[in-house]
């Protein structure tokens, strides 16, 4: 990367001094200038993953209404009044936002939102009336703005949050014609990983925030990132169109606690009785009925004898035919030692019924 400084043309009371950043963005050198731009010339963008949704089930207006909407809806999150005490202990930022030619965010609407808020709070405070920015060139197209983004925010050090980490996969995936395996070289991660997120983005977006719209929805994003992450979850919402809209009804109204909970699913989904409980009672009702028709859940002992028998239903013929050639040796006396361990646990157990 290769960085000058240069002064801009300003009158003599005023000399703006900018850093030039070059940078390589899909082939092609892009200049990046770093400048202290006023906070009035800056417009918040809509069509952020954070505030997509809201705005698209709302009716904010356009212009300064649909700016006014914007800071509200963003103002609204914990998190943002979080960065802003942040800020206001720092006398700053960390990191510049970044922006369009035209002054349009496309990377930094929750900062800026704070130094709106700290400008009112402190009028008098030259420290809030400019904020720091890298300005992007005029010719930059969408997809270098978009591998931009990934670069520093997904597949870098300074990452989005889960949601809109997803949401700009999502996009690139979407709207810029990038196959996976493209996405996952430019992002440093996986193809399988893009495959969830943007399966999770996908329902996060087109059912969730529907129902449970609001800035502080996103955070549930990790109860759809792990659905999509367990094989029998997939099934599940694959083979019942249903499944999901329970699922997103479950999120929505926190009969699932936490987001780690959603891997119990996978035993509950495939248990009749245990689904019915979900649904009907919670959690805890699934749970007690999981644990009684499958104790190798929460018996170590038991869950030992599911995967012996699991492995002795596909042992292998060279297997087999050691212990059948194997008069004295180790292989014989194995299987010798399980059959007489296994019988007086039957024998302990008043013998079972043979005939079940």
């Not at 699922?247 to 996978?266: D, M, P, Q, S, T």
Request: charged content about 30%; overall charge neutral.
């Amino acid at each position: 990367m290769a960085r000058t400084e240069a002064r801009s043309p300003a009158s003599a009371a005023q000399v703006v001094v900018e850093r030039i950043d070059e940078i390589v963005l899909d082939g092609a050198k892009v200049q990046v200038r770093g400048q202290d731009l006023a906070l009035d010339s800056i417009q918040l963008d809509p069509t952020n993953p954070r505030v997509a949704n809201t705005v698209a089930v709302g009716n904010f207006g356009s212009g300064e209404a649909m700016q006014q909407g914007l800071r509200d809806i963003l103002w609204s999150d914990s998190d943002v009044h979080d960065l802003y005490r942040s800020v206001l202990a720092n006398r700053g930022l960390i990191e510049r936002i970044i922006v369009r030619s035209n002054h349009v965010v496309a990377e930094g609407n929750c900062r800026t939102v704070v130094y709106r808020k700290l400008r009112e709070n402190f009028p008098d405070d030259p420290a809030w009336r400019t904020i720091p920015a890298r300005v992007l060139p005029a010719d930059i197209t969408d997809r270098q703005v978009a591998m931009l983004l990934g670069e520093l925010h997904v597949g870098g050090k300074n990452e989005w949050s889960p949601f809109e980490k997803a949401g700009h996969i999502h996009k690139l995936f979407t709207q810029f014609g990038m196959v996976q395996e493209e996405i996952a070289k430019l992002l440093k991660t996986s193809k399988t990983a893009i495959n969830h997120n943007i399966r999770a983005f996908e329902a996060m977006k087109n059912k969730y925030l529907r129902a449970f719209p609001g800035p502080g929805a996103v955070r549930k994003f990790s109860y759809f990132l792990e659905l999509y992450k367990k094989p029998e979850l997939r099934d599940w919402v694959g083979k019942s169109p249903e499944a999901l809209d329970e699922f997103v009804r479950w999120v929505g109204k926190n009969k699932i606690a936490r987001g780690e909970h959603v891997r119990e699913l996978c035993d509950i989904v495939t248990n009749t009785r245990a689904l019915a409980a979900f649904s009907e009672q919670g959690r805890e009702a699934a749970l007690k009925i999981l644990k009684h028709d499958r104790p190798e859940l929460s018996s170590p002992l038991f869950k030992l004898m599911v995967e012996m028998t699991a492995a002795l239903e596909d042992a292998r013929l060279d297997d087999i035919q050691r212990v059948r050639k194997d008069k004295t040796g180790g292989a014989r006396a194995i299987v010798k030692s399980l059959d007489q361990s296994l019988a007086r646990f039957v024998d302990l157990c008043d013998g079972l019924d043979r005939e079940e």
